[in-house]
């Protein structure tokens, strides 16, 4: 089994669906929350784009432990101090630097040559390797650039001293084929590729994120970016639950695996769908409210004759519990604790008190408390410090 490492990247391409604008709290629970999931890699934000992202990827880096934090930048040195600055105090830190590779970005967006792009790439990756030992280098737009090009500058960029080699799928063009093929060629073309970990990086506008990601895989990607329910730019980017599940599922199938912690997806999932507003469709592969849900008799029957009849994945797999019980007045501390922890939250026997206190308050006034009742509680104890 080849272990495939995960790079989630919900606090920046996630944040980056429209209409999506966390907090500093919402992105610090978060990123505690995708720690306990055991992503390898969380991409906190692109400190140069704003004071309050630099804010949250300083609060992150300097809380995170067990996963290496890493920030966007665009391939200039401002960027790279912002990110540097942002990221330095992390146990594990990473510059992740981009430029566009496409011949339609160089030409329309950068107004760079091939050549003028390549001398940028190779200097900024040397002026972000003086700061920082991970250098991650993304090229935008890899899946429409021109494969020999490509391999030129990822040869120019390792020299530089890049650890981590990104192409992502940008626009979300791309086929399982064609993408697996790019990475087939990368490793069959450039010199020294041995040395650095190649990563997929897949948007969905086809609905071919996950399936692109797989075959980056299956040609030697040992990195994969996406973020949890699949949000992000346009039509987001490649669901990390659903990967990560289906290595899980598939074993059999595909001899890769991942660190990730399975039965804390339900728990993550809801947590950034509470925070982002962005509602998890109901038939959302792994998490989606129906995803465990069997409706038509002939499927009900099998299911309680054999439930492996109609469900290849079990809802505790990925941590989704069949106790739903409901909270309300007579709900005692037990309940009330089991229930905040599977929304995410992890706090102190001081704050479970506070908390639980003002959720008694609450059912004086209203007879059914719902999980949103409970995060507005928990992020006005969590804030009160
Ligand atoms: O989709 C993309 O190309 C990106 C890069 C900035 C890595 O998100
Ligand atoms: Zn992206």
Not at 92 to 102: D, K, L, M, W
Not at 183 to 210: Q, W
Request: glycine residues 6%.
């Amino acid at each position: 089994m080849t272990r495939i490492k995960i790079f989630d990247t919900t606090l920046r391409d996630g944040e980056q669906s429209p209409g999506v604008n966390l907090n500093q709290l919402e992105k610090l629970e978060i990123a505690k929350q995708l720690e306990r999931l055991g992503v390898d890699v969380m991409e906190a934000g692109f400190p140069a784009s704003s004071q309050g992202d630099f804010d949250a990827v300083q609060k992150i880096a300097r809380t995170i432990k067990n996963s290496t934090v890493t920030a966007l930048a665009r391939a200039n040195r401002n960027d790279i101090d912002r990110a540097w600055e942002a990221i330095k105090d992390a146990s594990h830190p990473r510059i992740h630097v981009f430029i566009a590779t496409s011949p339609i970005h160089m030409k329309d967006k950068l107004k760079k040559t091939p050549e003028q792009v390549v001398e940028i790439a190779v200097e900024m990756v040397k002026y972000a390797k003086e700061k920082c030992d991970d250098i991650e280098w993304s090229a935008e737009d890899a899946s429409r650039s021109d494969l020999a090009f490509l391999a030129a500058i990822i040869e120019q960029v390792i020299d530089a001293g890049a650890t981590v080699i990104n192409l992502p799928d940008t626009v979300g063009y791309t086929t399982p084929k064609e993408y697996g093929e790019m990475f087939k060629y990368m490793k069959e073309n450039v010199p020294n590729i041995e040395r650095v970990d190649l990563s997929t990086h897949c948007h969905d506008d086809l609905g071919m994120a996950l399936a692109n990601s797989i075959a980056g895989v299956q040609n030697g990607a040992t990195q994969v970016e996406g973020t949890i329910n699949g949000i992000g730019e346009r039509a987001g980017n490649a669901s990390l639950e659903e990967l990560a599940v289906t290595f899980e599922i598939r074993k059999d199938f595909y001899p890769f695996t991942t660190q990730f912690v399975l039965n804390e997806i339900k728990r993550t999932s809801d947590l950034i769908s509470q925070f982002t507003g962005m509602v998890v469709p109901g038939n959302k592969a792994i998490v989606g409210r129906n995803a465990f849900a069997h409706e038509s008799g002939i499927h009900q029957d099998g299911v309680l004759k054999n439930a492996q009849t109609y469900e290849i994945i079990t809802p505790e797999l990925v941590g989704v519990h069949s106790n739903n019980l409901v909270l309300g007045k007579h709900s005692g501390r037990h309940a009330f604790k089991d229930r905040i922890q599977q929304l995410g939250f992890n706090l102190s026997d001081e704050k479970i008190a506070d908390a639980f206190l003002a959720f008694k308050q609450l059912t004086d006034r209203k007879k059914e408390v719902t999980d949103d009742d409970l995060f507005v509680i928990l992020m006005e104890i969590q804030t009160d410090t």
